[in-house]
């Protein structure tokens, strides 16, 4: 990671801080208010068939249905055109490590290794160090365009992202003032969510908390098991539903016992040599049964990605991983790459660099596909007490309320990979910050809109084919 030089053990707080505001004569904070279309811009259609040419080429109509829902879910599948967008913009240079798709359906609970709920970031396909704000801006973003998909008024929609850039703001001064261990320890964890309720006196908002903690503890393993596999001749297997799930059996050329057991076995394989010692000897305990390809999210759909059934002690002992292709980053071209040779441990790294909590069974690897290319993936299990957030729900004190959960969430994630003491300074006491983002994110909410309408008028002309399921 590119470490800013004001973050090195030699310097003390103050000389970080003031390289923290020596970064405003490079992008004042007023300036990240400014957004308008570049002249030279990438059609941004064009961006998404570019993504599209390199993954599942009967799924890519299914993920351009799903952009085209409305201009929500259009923003969750936008990553590589905002990246564009924000490149050109004035840079802080203040380096952390990005999630790089920090809209604000990448937030959610999650269960640590302790069993205990957690809120966090959870996806991060497209991590990469870089200035931090291109994380705050994808944020701020994302939540007018989901107010305006609940329909809210400019003001409720301006209240949501000023609650949002706040809670960053303060949280990272927060963190400015914390020993360096205490950072790294530092977790959203469901009683700190409690608190957060209990203290904005909304009782829907501490009713919905309560209800979502409750259904992310039902969403375990077993009810993914439940859910997605069935009793055949030959065992458990994972049930089809093509073609969101296909097994494997139906995409082999060679369908032989030998040549599906090949197929398995070179996926778990390399994964299992990245894994620490005592979590390689618990996989050891279990065996690989069956695989199969899902269609997943919005953004990713399209990409490989499968679920693995592995079976323990007996068929009631199953254990259900997630192998999900990772490409290059939207980021890397604006960013000066990446020094890793495999896509999967890019992410894998950032997400344990990042998240406070990770999966014990996230790992990568490299196989050779269906199509005989070589392809990068990061692993992890499919479902671990996951908690989604329902922003189409909510109305405006509640959505704010999220707001506030995700800047604060984002703060700790950048604390931990940057250097909290100088993007404090850099931000301030004021809320000059705050105002910018307001700004950028009703333009860039704008500039959604209009991709949006193009790519519906590239379906509408028969340029891109969609398909809704």
Request: contains cysteine; hydrophobic residues 40%; glycine residues 8%.
């Amino acid at each position: 990671m590119t470490v800013p030089r004001a973050f090195t053990a030699s310097l003390s707080p103050a000389e970080r801080a003031a390289y923290g505001r020596s970064a405003r004569r490079r992008a004042s904070r007023s300036s990240h208010g400014w957004y308008e279309t570049a002249q030279q811009r990438p059609d941004p259609v064009e961006v998404v068939e570019r993504q599209s040419a390199e993954r599942v080429p009967e799924l890519v109509p299914i993920r351009y249905g799903r952009m085209l829902e409305s201009p929500f879910r259009f923003y969750r599948g936008a990553a590589a055109i905002m990246a564009a967008d924000l490149a050109p913009l004035p840079s802080t240079g203040l380096q952390v490590q990005l999630c790089g798709d920090a809209h604000p359906l990448n937030f959610r609970l999650l269960a640590s290794p302790e069993r205990r709920l957690v809120f966090d970031i959870n996806d991060f396909d497209e991590t990469l160090p870089g200035p931090f704000e291109w994380d705050v801006k994808r944020l701020a973003a994302g939540f007018v365009t989901a107010a305006r998909a609940n329909g809210f008024s400019l003001k409720e929609q301006n209240s949501t992202v000023r609650a949002c850039v706040r809670a960053y703001r303060e949280r990272i001064r927060e963190f400015a003032g914390m020993r360096t261990l205490d950072i790294w320890y530092a977790q959203d964890d469901a009683d700190r969510l409690r608190e957060l309720m209990a203290s904005s006196r909304n009782e829907e908002a501490a009713r919905r908390t309560a209800r979502a903690t409750q259904r992310a503890r039902t969403r375990t393993h077993l009810r993914a098991f439940a859910k997605l596999t069935r009793v055949t001749a030959q065992g458990r297997r994972i049930t089809p539903d093509p073609p969101l799930i296909t097994p494997i059996d139906h995409l082999l050329d060679d369908p032989s016992e030998e040549g599906r057991e090949r197929q398995l076995r070179s996926l778990v394989d390399g994964y299992a040599r990245t894994l620490p010692s005592e979590r390689r000897h618990l996989l050891r305990h279990y065996r690989l049964v069956d695989m199969a390809r899902k269609v997943v999210g919005v953004g990713s759909v399209g990409t490989r990605c499968w679920i693995l059934l592995l079976l323990g002690r007996d068929d009631d002992d199953p254990l259900l991983l997630q192998a999900k292709e990772a490409q290059e980053s939207v980021l890397s071209a604006y960013t000066g790459g990446d020094r890793y040779d495999n896509q999967g441990q890019r992410v894998v790294t950032g997400q344990r660099l990042i998240q406070t909590t990770s999966d014990i069974f996230l790992g990568w690897t490299r196989v050779v596909g269906l199509d005989g290319q070589e392809r990068d993936f990061y692993v992890r299990q499919l479902w671990d007490w996951k908690g989604i957030a329902q922003p189409e729900t909510m109305g405006p004190g509640l959505l704010a309320l999220f707001g506030r959960l995700c800047g604060a969430s984002l703060a700790r994630a950048h604390a931990r990979s940057g250097d909290p003491i100088a993007i404090a300074a850099y931000l301030g006491a004021g809320d000059r910050f705050d105002r910018a983002l307001t700004e950028f994110a009703q333009s860039y909410a704008d500039q959604n809109e209009r991709d949006f309408a193009a790519l519906e008028a590239a379906c509408r002309s028969g340029r891109i084919r969609a398909e809704r399921l």
